[in-house]
């Protein structure tokens, strides 16, 4: 045992504190037991209709689990602490208005609403994207949802945060989760009552007898519903019901009713079995009153009837097959009367299948329930069923020296069953390419053999057509993934091709595009397309139709001249493209280093760096200052000083500089030293 002093807090301070000892106590499981009571969890929750008003006398204290919300701070705080849960459907679209009264006012009652439309009650716990709606403010009082309230959808911990929010719009059709949860420990209860809001909550449509059905002796009948009714409305004396013409009920249960608060299925056990006959069920006001109740009071109708037959026992034969897909390996059979598990073959020998193909059955399996009978059967094949066409599936006696037993008793005479396989498809298709200049026309052929009425044609994911041939213009270069998915209506397949287009023809080449006086100039051919010939004009006069040209030499007019070199494609499909570079030869590629420079941006000898450095390798340039001091570095001779450090321009005066590289063509070293003059 140990105590834990807690100085005066604020409110909110207190509630985070106490949350976070909560937390700690909750992970080592001695703060509170696990809710167990009926309505303290999402799979249990009370059934609730917007025309009630919800008394809650009592909280247990227990705790689940954490609850998700977005509260970043005391997200991982939140627990559905003392809990309860309540669960309604929404019938007319709108927003939802309630109020939570406490029964003691300074109690601090917390809650939120999931929609839990197609998901498992317990979803809440780990779907956030379940979320509609919350208020986990630390005030106490009165607490929900109410129109023009301006303070939103989500409010968290802390006495910041007001107690009512917004009304939440609800959809139609969906189910809804809302828990209740008590942040106090004194077990005082609350009210709940709805109103305010444009949404419904009440079913308009009454329940009804939806089928009857009868056990084999007939002494206990199974009724069904077409919607869950309350529990507490069911007289268990069976005066709820009358038989006709004869028959006497003994009591009624509802096997639901042990884990949760509505049913829709109902168990009628009678004093003495029905002989064989045609009877009558009929709805009347039991000895409580009235009828079965829904979740809103609305009463199932006096009179409602359901007409159900006792027959003598008889064999019951296969009733349906479950419609095969594409490609069948297991057939799912379904029987009027469910059939004592013990009695079907493992080995699948109370079956066998004949049709166009051989098809070979390997297992067969019930769903058992805990009575240990099944009313499907699940066949398993060898291979799967490929060829289309019509086959029988055959009930014999098994290995076992019988066919199946149903839970009456009866053992199922010898019969068989028709089912129709589909063919399955192919995608593969073929494609016509009508080739352009800059753009192809391609025709696509899809299949129709085995009965393919779906064509689905799509590039890179995108839908293009739905035509068994369609028509479609690419660019004439490119890769282009088309997908073919094809269909009968049962079996279906896709095939993906990677088309590679080619017929553009783009004229295109590499050379160096300025040499020093007696260099050749050279040139790498790199066009594409499918190409008949080439047409080169160097500029100097000569001409080739190589694909990979030989060097070429030009005039030394002993000035910087430029000349233009042209390449002409010619391709298959009659298309031409033309490119041209400039190539540019200089006066001399004497490597030298001015003696001045004047770096006053008026676009003359601005710069100071070597000319020509076009040959020399592994280049090293440097200028000091007279201090010694280093001004300019570089590498690259194309990389000029512009007579600054740092954006600062430097004094007039002499300056140092060393140049050191590699002859390109000869490989000699070479290291120079000198002297220029900064003039400003």
């Not at 809650?111 to 979320?131: A, K, M, Q, R």
Request: contains cysteine.
């Amino acid at each position: 045992m140990f105590i834990i002093q807690i100085p005066r807090l604020t409110e909110m301070c207190t509630r985070i504190f106490i949350s976070f000892l909560f937390s700690l106590f909750f992970q080592n499981n001695i703060y509170s037991q696990t809710c167990t009571t009926l309505g303290q969890t999402p799979g249990t929750a009370f059934p609730v209709c917007g025309t009630d008003v919800f008394m809650q006398n009592t909280v247990p204290i227990c705790v689940n689990q954490h609850i998700p919300n977005n509260c970043t701070a005391f997200s991982g705080l939140i627990f559905d602490k003392n809990p309860y849960w309540y669960k309604f459907t929404c019938y007319v679209s709108g927003t939802l208005g309630f109020v939570i009264t406490p029964n003691n006012i300074r109690d601090d009652y917390d809650w939120e609403i999931f929609d839990v439309t197609g998901h498992n009650p317990n979803d809440v716990y780990s779907d956030s994207g379940l979320i509609v709606t919350y208020n986990w403010s630390g005030r106490t009082g009165l607490t929900g949802a109410a129109a023009n309230s301006g303070t939103g959808l989500f409010n968290c911990v802390g006495n910041g945060f007001p107690t009512f929010n917004d009304m939440a719009s609800l959809i139609q059709g969906h189910e809804y989760l809302l828990i209740v949860s008590h942040f106090d420990d004194s077990q005082s209860g609350y009210q709940l009552s709805f109103g305010g809001g444009t949404a419904s909550l009440v079913d308009p449509v009454p329940p009804r007898f939806k089928s009857a059905s009868i056990n084999c002796d007939g002494s206990l009948i199974s009724l069904k519903l077409t919607k869950k009714v309350k529990c507490i409305s069911l007289a268990p004396d069976g005066s709820d019901f009358i038989i006709a013409p004869s028959g006497s009920i003994a009591s009624v249960t509802g096997p639901d009713c042990s884990t949760s608060f509505d049913v829709d299925s109902i168990i009628l056990l009678l004093n003495t079995p029905l002989p064989p006959g045609n009877y009558t069920l009929t709805a009347k006001n039991g000895s409580d009153g009235n009828t079965l109740l829904d979740n809103c009071n609305v009463m199932l109708p006096v009179g409602d009837m359901i007409n159900f037959t006792v027959v003598g026992l008889q064999p019951t034969p296969m009733d349906s097959i479950t419609p095969v897909q594409c490609k069948p390996l297991s057939l799912h059979l379904v029987f009027k009367k469910p059939m004592r598990c013990n009695s079907i073959a493992a080995d699948g020998s109370d079956f066998n299948v004949t049709g166009p193909s051989t098809v070979s059955v390997v297992t067969a399996t019930g769903t058992c329930d805990a009575n240990g009978v099944s009313s499907s059967i699940d066949v398993q094949l060898t291979t799967a069923v490929q060829l289309g066409g019509t086959y029988q599936i055959h009930l014999k006696n098994g290995r076992d020296g019988n066919t199946l037993i149903d839970e009456c008793g009866q053992q199922s005479l010898a019969a068989f069953l028709n089912f129709s396989v589909a063919d399955t498809v192919s995608a593969f298709f073929n494609y016509q390419v009508n080739a352009g200049c800059h753009f192809d026309t391609l025709k696509f052929s899809g299949p129709s053999t085995n009965g393919v009425t779906q064509w689905n044609w799509t590039l890179n994911g995108n839908l293009f057509s739905t035509q068994q041939n369609p028509t479609k213009v690419f660019p004439a270069s490119g890769q282009f993934p088309i997908k073919l998915s094809v269909s009968n209506g049962v079996c279906s397949d896709s095939s993906l091709v990677n088309i590679i287009l080619d017929d553009e023809v783009r004229a295109k080449f590499e050379t160096n595009n300025i040499i020093c006086p007696e260099d050749s100039a050279f040139f790498k051919n790199i066009s594409t397309g499918k190409i008949n010939s080439y047409l080169w004009n160097f500029g100097n006069g000569n001409t080739s139709t190589q694909q990979m040209p030989p060097p070429q030499k030009y005039p030394q007019p002993h000035v910087e001249t430029s000349f233009t070199v042209l390449l002409t494609v010619l391709g298959n499909n009659g298309c031409i493209d033309t490119t041209s570079q400039k190539i540019r030869e200089l006066k001399s590629c004497y490597i030298g280093v001015p003696n001045a420079f004047t770096p006053n941006d008026d676009g003359l000898n601005d710069f100071f760096y070597p000319i020509n450095a076009f040959k020399a390798d592994d280049l090293d340039f440097r200028v000091y200052n007279r201090w010694g001091q280093l001004v300019f570095k570089t590498n690259d001779w194309t990389q000029k000083w512009n007579g600054k450090i740092k954006a600062i321009p430097q004094p007039a005066g002499a300056y140092v500089w060393t140049l050191r590289y590699t002859h390109h063509d000869t490989g000699k070293k070479y290291s120079h030293r000198g002297t220029m003059m900064l003039i400003r």
